[in-house]
């Protein structure tokens, strides 16, 4: 019997007009950003729509708006597809707060409710500072390590082969990018973000997510979810909060995950949510496994066919 993963994305994935085409085709997709809509005392799903964009990119906006159009994605797939089952959970980065809502550890409001904090406080931090990250393409992971030593920057994302993406102050983030290539990656590309997430720069709003985490119920997940964290799956409800608060300063050991994963036998992944980097991702790290994904009616038409063949 095929072992399927869901995939829930992160930051960067979103853009105006997601979702919509979802909401105008299903009355469930509509639901859901009606009770988002009164949940966040806000209309999320017009920005989502209609933008602007400069709205929906803000990171207290733009964390909420993936995690709904994810969820409703995975709503969608549970109607659409017989009997449908699946075995194990991950998300990059804010995405890890849909996994845990998919595997029922967290409720899907109080999911909503954690990641706009999150993002109040990420932007918080990122106003508080001036950070920046960069994308280094085609070097090892020791020689990233190499770099970041020499100019101060962190490791962000280890997200596939060949791509890893630095975090830090903006002025070491120049530095970094002009080290990387001088020791031999193909590029290295400063990324539009507003702060430099993933590293000791967003510990201003470790606590903020720490308390707000602690007026949440956390029950035992029904399935394995992958922690980014560690690369491997959380083993322990109890320390699951604390290490949502960490993951906000770690390293996403995406690629980690995905072959924990592998080697836990899962050999289809599905990706739920706006646009489709984790499946290029997914194509770097392994080419054998089967990758579906669903951000859209045409995405979420061709991957029920799939399943329910």
Known sequence: MVKTALLFAGQGSQFVGMGQDLAKTHSTAQKFFSQADEVLGYSLSEICFSGPEEDLVRTEHAQPA????G???????????????????????????????AAETIGFEDGLLLVRR?????????EA?????AAIVGLAEEKVQEVCLQTGVHIANLNCPGQIVVSGAAEKIVSACETAKNAGAKRAIPLT????YHSPLMQSAKAGLADALS?????????PVFSNVTGQMHVSDETIAETMVDQVTSPVKWEACIRAMIAHGVTRFIELGPGSAL???????????????????????KTAEVLNA
């Open 66 to 69: 993936i995690y709904l159009v």
């Open 71 to 101: 969820w409703i994605a995975f709503q969608l797939l549970r109607e659409q597809v017989s009997s449908f089952t699946f075995d194990a959970t991950a998300g990059l980065s804010l995405g890890e707060f849909t996994s845990l809502a």
């Open 118 to 126: 999150r993002g109040e406080l990420m932007q918080e931090a990122c």
């Open 129 to 133: 500072t001036s950070g920046g990250m």
């Open 193 to 196: 973000v507003a702060g430099a």
């Open 215 to 223: 007026k949440v119920t956390i029950n035992s997940h029904k399935l």
């Open 279 to 301: 499946t290029g991702f997914m194509r770097r790290i392994d080419r054998e496994v089967e990758i579906l994904n669903v951000s859209d009616i045409d995405s979420l038409t």
